[in-house]
């Protein structure tokens, strides 16, 4: 699956089992997590993804993300 590179913003690859994104352009490789983390620190817009890594955060807060650290 072909997602946005984090790093030169051209086209990288998804694992199908979601394992892993590389990027061919900027020898991106690293795991899922570590993107969506990578891309939640600094994409302003995606910071509050990390909050869907959490369990049940009825009556709590996601924190900042310095606490995801």
Do not use: R
């Amino acid at each position: 699956m072909k997602i946005k590179c984090p790093k030169c913003n051209e086209n990288a690859e998804l694992a199908m089992d979601f394992s892993v994104v590389t990027c061919e352009h900027c020898d991106l490789d690293m795991s899922y997590g570590e993107y969506v983390k990578f891309v939640a620190h600094n994409e302003k817009k995606y910071s509050d993804i990390l909050g869907d890594y959490t369990g049940s955060t009825e009556g709590q807060t996601a924190g900042s993300l310095d606490e995801w650290d």
